[in-house]
């Protein structure tokens, strides 16, 4: 029965092979739609109605999760530790899950803002290198497309709907909102890789490996870069090189969102006095 959700090999290129190629394109087509019918209904700005979308989001990617979880482990026989819901992709379904519940006030805010850098960060990254998108199984292969273009489109969202990045005051308290959530994300990633890394490796004796934001001391990070820096610089300076780089990441989403906004703000200043 599983096999039934295998890909014939000659279907869809695999990891190591050409990763852009039609069934690429067509999750990138998929996700343009989505924000050409969704970013309109955010520039109208109605809280009710961001939190809606959000929360549907994170529905369906929390469905998604429970699914992939569910399925690796019935396909494996035990729990797939390796692919615990942890990473710096998978953090935005809790996000985009919990915070349209909560009310009005600085910890929604920072959640959001979270949402819409660092996670469109995330998602964009991802997008641009998609090295771990291509599995055996369709229904996995879907939900790896689905999950990245999704957290695109709910920072892209949140990023209009908040009218955030619209002056440079506002840079330092939207990203360092942002950053504090980050913290937090990567502060339990490193309690679960260290506490739980170490009694998967000791008490429960299993060969998956435990590697959740890819910070573990104990295993060496697959992520482009990272990978390739960590097995020569100490542990703490790896560590701050990897914040560093995603917080920097963010900033410079935020700026590329203000720049935007300025464009478009030019633009239709000249429309204005055209006509």
């Given at each position: ?120 960060i ?13 599995w ?60 739980w ?15 959740m ?7 060496n ?23 560093t ?31």
């Open positions: 029965m599983i096999t039934a959700w295998k890909w014939d090999p000659s279907f869809l290129p695999k990891n190591g092979g050409q990763m852009y190629g039609w069934f690429f394109f067509m999750w990138i087509g998929i996700m343009v739609i989505e924000g050409v019918l969704l970013l309109p209904v955010a520039a109208k700005r109605n809280r009710k109605t961001t939190d809606r979308v959000v929360l549907i989001y994170g529905l369906i990617m929390l469905a998604a999760e429970i699914y992939k979880q569910i399925f690796f482990t019935i396909e494996k026989g035990e729990y797939p530790w390796n692919l615990f819901p942890w990473q710096f992709c998978s953090v935005p379904m809790f996000a985009a899950v919990i915070a349209p519940l909560l009310k009005n006030g600085r910890v929604k805010d920072a959640i959001y803002r979270f949402l819409s850098f660092f996670g469109l995330a998602g964009i990254m991802t997008l641009i290198i998609p090295e771990g998108f291509y055996d199984y369709v229904t996995i292969t879907c939900h790896s497309f689905f999950w990245h273009t999704s957290i695109v489109i709910i920072g892209l969202y949140l990023i209009i709907a908040n009218g955030y990045a619209k002056s440079i005051k506002s840079f330092l308290p939207e990203w360092l909102g942002s950053a504090v959530v980050y913290a937090v994300t990567v502060g339990v990633a490193l309690i679960l890789d260290t506490v890394g170490l009694a998967l490796r000791n008490v429960i004796k299993t060969e998956l490996t435990f590697n934001f890819y910070i573990s001391p104990f295993y990070s697959t992520l482009p870069v990272f990978r390739d820096v960590q097995p020569y610089i100490p542990y703490p300076v790896f560590l701050l090189f990897y914040v780089a995603f917080c920097a990441g963010a900033a410079a989403v935020w700026f590329c969102a203000f720049g935007i906004r300025k464009i478009f703000g030019k633009l239709k200043r000249k429309k204005r006095a055209a006509g």
